[in-house]
């Protein structure tokens, strides 16, 4: 069989295929692992998140598919999908006991390509194959409309991988090893089987390299973009167009989500911190700020931008007091849905500080600030794990109009919280759920932060904030409004606990649905919002790229300086983490389906 | 007739597990996956539960004596626990985790203290059964063998 038929009509098809299963409990493990065997696939078993990774990482084209528990105490398994899905782009398999809606849901959104409930029978095991192949065939339609020839190649490739790992070794690979160039040029019809050629290399898109990726789209412009002109732009001179194409392609999708998510979830308050797109929400809270939902706008989403993995591991967060009150009024004692004050400072046309921070290490946080004089001071809440997300106030005064905040915004503060931020900040194990909302009512023109603990599972930092998470009103600061400013800055800081990545995730989740709401009908960011929109969530690397990402879409609104300086802030403390890189990309994503499992706290109202 | 009698008994004893409710499906699963490379696959995933849910159990333990009690942190680490118990079949210690959830949702610490020793308790009963159940299988087989 094996003789290099690539096609499935094979006999032995789909013997082989090779699956890596994650689970951190080990009876589950040997259960799976027998099941697969029996489906005469080839096992490869891991008890811990990390660890499959890192095998993935050092085999890249080792495995064909990945089955994992949702949950596993080193690292949620949504994250894990969403990394997977990034770095290695194949199939994942989710798994729990939990068959709720919303969890499946949420696993859907991050891109699970089925999602089993234990207990697992063999033969929901036997048919997984198909989701190796559907994956490949639609990599090929996908990238059809981009470039014929490349899809045929990069379906060529995509077959070879498969049926490399189907088919062991061999003898008669031959037909499979065939090389094939068609590359240019030749349209194979045979499609997903054909066995041809060059085993497509799996790129691992690290920091510096989607940083590229997104200039050279910005470059460009989102709307003309195209995988030869970023490709010629990036200059990386082993990357190829199969490439690039099909990490737009994920770009796009991502963006489109996000797009989809605002509109179906108005009441989800999660502010992107990408989203505050010129034009739209000024602030973005997301170091993203700029990414409107518009998709034109949606070029400015960081795509790997919100990662919610925010150094978790170096979280040092520092909880100032004087911090918190001013900032948040978020959180809340330990009630799940206490009200956040976070308003934000309407008075003029709010710019929406949006610069939001996080700050691995909330040390540094106060040095994001200086920008200008309102630079909000970051409120870093003691807390492990916690990413703290700062909004800044625009660097300038000038009165601009805020889309999202009214004249009638008052300062922001924890006085009369028009706006809920919500946040969703899910940590797994130890860290609490915090889930914030974000309520932008225009017309208020306040943004409220409201944690909303659905979860609170046992956190070190229950203060305020559930899981540290200060989430400060954007205080929207007009010019003449340092006060409200610095409220804001304060108040905009949100600390998500990131230790758990989720929560990170989920707070940047949560605020680009808002930030998309915001947008929505707003005028355009001013300048100066832009700039602040910096938001560097997460972790240095995904900082970096947000930044990088937001200035260049806004041309207009950006700031080079505030950018550079923030990412050099970030750089110098975080530790950038090729890892983390997709984390926040993945983050927004995945924190959408974080509100609507929790739609009761989250809630976005905008109010007119 | 030994041979027999043990293994109508053994027949019997394994019905009887399933018809009290101790067991369920998921038995038979892995009863299916037993084979000539694993000819005591069962028992050895028996095995194995038993005492990797030792520490899941401890923690809740541990955790039920810190006041207040963090419910969340009981609910997560009932949910692993219920995610294992699933993978035997253990019918009725995962109803009484599904209770201890609700009491978790409700916060209710009384509720939740007790539901555990019924936890504890059904657990201890299947273990009991399985190992009579498993050395008879032993015991009929070797018969047979024999």
């Known amino acids: 069989m094996e003789n290099g038929f690539p096609i499935p009509k094979t006999d032995k098809f789909p013997a082989g295929l090779r699956v890596l299963v994650v689970d951190d409990d080990p009876t589950w493990l040997k259960i799976l692992e027998k099941m697969l065997r029996r489906c005469l696939y080839e096992v490869t078993t891991c008890g811990l998140a990390r660890d499959a990774l890192r095998m993935l990482r050092e085999r890249k084209d080792g495995f064909d598919i990945v089955i994992s528990d949702v949950n596993m105490p080193d690292m949620d398994g949504f994250k894990l999908l969403e990394r997977v899905g990034l770095e290695m782009d194949l199939p994942v398999i989710m798994m729990s006991v939990d068959g709720e809606t919303s969890r499946v849901m949420k696993g ?172 739209d929400l000024p602030g973005g809270f997301g170091f993203q700020n700029s990414i409107s939902m518009d998709l034109k706008n949606a070029a400015n989403r960081n795509f790997g931008y919100i990662r919610n993995e925010i150094s978790i591991d170096n979280l040092e967060p520092k909880v100032h007091e004087g911090d918190m009150k001013g900032m948040v009024s978020f959180l809340p004692g330990t009630k799940p849905t206490s009200p956040l004050m976070g308003d934000f400072p309407p008075h003029h046309k709010a710019r929406m500080s949006s610069q939001m921070d996080l700050t691995h290490s909330f040390k540094s946080l106060d040095q994001n600030f200086k920008h200008q004089p309102l630079e909000s001071t970051l409120s870093t809440q003691k807390w492990n794990k916690v990413s703290m997300m700062q909004f800044k106030q625009p660097p300038n005064q000038e009165p601009k109009p805020y889309p999202l905040l009214e004249d009638d915004h008052s300062p922001l503060l924890f006085s009369g919280p028009k706006h809920h931020f919500q ?186 | 007739m030994d041979r027999n009698n043990l293994q109508r008994q053994v027949a019997y004893t394994r019905r009887s597990l399933f018809d009290q409710g101790y067991l369920d499906d998921q038995f038979i699963q892995l009863e299916d996956l037993q084979d000539d490379a694993n000819p005591n696959f ?61 009491y978790c949702n409700a916060e209710n610490a009384e509720g939740c203290t007790r539901t555990f020793q019924q936890v504890k308790q059904e657990l201890a009963i299947l273990r009991r059964k399985l190992e009579a159940y498993f050395q008879l299988a032993r015991q009929a087989g070797g018969a047979q063998a024999g």
């Not at chain 1, 737009?248 to 998510?261: A, D, G, I, V």
């Not at chain 1, 970030?570 to 959408?592: A, R």
């Open chain 1, 108 to 279: 859907v959104q991050h891109g699970a390509c089925d999602y089993l409930l234990k207990p697992i029978r063999m033969k929901e095991l036997s048919n997984i194959w198909q989701h190796v192949i559907r994956k490949k065939i639609h990599e090929v339609k996908d990238t059809e409309s981009h470039e014929s020839m490349g899809n045929i190649q990069l379906m060529r490739n995509e077959s070879d991988d498969f049926h490399d790992g189907l088919l062991p070794s061999g003898g008669n690979l031959g037909a499979v090893k065939k090389r094939k160039d068609m590359e240019n040029g030749k349209h194979d019809e045979q499609g997903l089987v054909d066995p041809s050629a060059s085993k497509k290399a799996r790129v691992v898109w690290s920091v510096d390299l989607h940083q590229k990726f997104v200039d050279a789209v910005n470059q460009i412009g989102f709307d003309k973009v195209g995988p030869k002109k970023i490709l010629d732009l990036m200059n990386v001179p082993w990357l190829t167009r199969e490439h690039v194409a099909s990490h737009l392609q994920k770009f796009r999708l991502y963006l489109s989500r996000l797009q989809k998510e605002n509109e179906q979830k108005s009441s989800f308050g999660g502010l992107k911190q990408q989203d505050f797109s010129s034009g």
């Open chain 1, 423 to 608: 946040v969703d900040l899910q940590n797994s194990a130890p860290s609490t759920d915090l889930r914030t909302s974000l309520q932008v009512c225009n017309n208020s023109s306040s943004v409220k932060i409201r944690p909303l603990n659905t979860q609170c599972r046992s956190n070190d930092d229950r203060i305020e904030f559930p899981t540290g998470c200060t989430i400060n009103s954007i205080p929207l600061a007009t010019g003449s409004h340092i006060k409200n400013q610095e409220a804001f800055e304060t108040a905009s800081t949100v600390t998500l606990g990131v230790k758990n990545h989720m929560v990170a995730e989920n707070c940047i989740n949560n605020w680009e649905p808002v930030r998309e709401k915001l947008t929505a009908g707003e005028q355009a960011l001013p300048s100066s919002l832009e700039e602040n929109s910096q938001s560097c969530l997460l972790q240095g690397d995904g900082c970096t790229e947000d930044i990088g990402y937001q200035n260049v879409e806004l041309s207009d609104y950006y700031n080079p300086e505030l950018i550079a300086d923030l990412q050099a802030q970030y750089y110098d403390e975080f530790e950038f983490n090729c890892d983390k890189l997709f984390d926040s990309i993945e983050n927004p994503l995945v924190d959408q389906g974080l509100f609507m499992a929790y739609p009761q706290a989250a809630r976005v109202n905008f109010c007119d």
């Open chain 2, 42 to 102: 069962v028992e050895e995933i028996v095995t194995l539960f038993y005492s990797d849910s030792s520490r899941l159990i401890h923690s809740i333990e541990q955790a039920l004596e810190n006041r207040p009690l963090d419910f969340g942190r009981l609910d997560n680490y009932m949910h692993q626990f219920k995610g294992s118990c699933s993978s035997i079949g253990a019918k009725k210690v995962k109803s009484e985790c599904t209770q201890f959830r609700e």
